[in-house]
């Protein structure tokens, strides 16, 4: 079991900046895939990151070059940074954990005004 709570979301005009962070209650070091997806008002949820134990990282075409996940395994966070944000970006983005579950967090609301 891993609980997971994410923060650092909120209201940013475009072309801004926010960093959301993911804490999990045990150490990520064995989860073999820590990511952050994100769902919009009548959207399905979308994967936006994720990075894998080995360090490698993968991002949805509409974020590439614009936001960067990491993962710091000796405070058991997982970051996501979003730079030059479009109103598109707006949605409600969660944290997940994979190992041999699927773990969530409860999600936190970034809203980008044009």
């Known amino acids: 079991q891993v609980q997971l709570v994410e923060s650092g979301g909120g209201l940013v005009q475009a072309g801004g900046s926010l960093t959301l962070s993911c804490a999990a209650s045990r150490s990520i070091f064995s989860i073999v895939a820590m990511g952050w997806y994100r769902q919009a008002p009548g959207k399905q949820r979308e994967l936006v990151a994720v990075c894998t134990s080995s360090g490698s990282t993968n991002y949805a075409d509409s974020v590439k070059g614009r936001f960067t996940i990491s993962r710091d395994n000796a405070k058991n966070t997982v970051y996501l940074q979003m730079n030059s944000l479009k109103p598109e970006d707006t949605a409600v983005y969660y944290c997940?954990?994979?190992?041999?579950?699927?773990?969530w967090g409860q999600g936190t609301q970034v809203t980008v005004s044009s």
């Open positions: 997940s954990a994979r190992s041999t579950n699927v773990y």
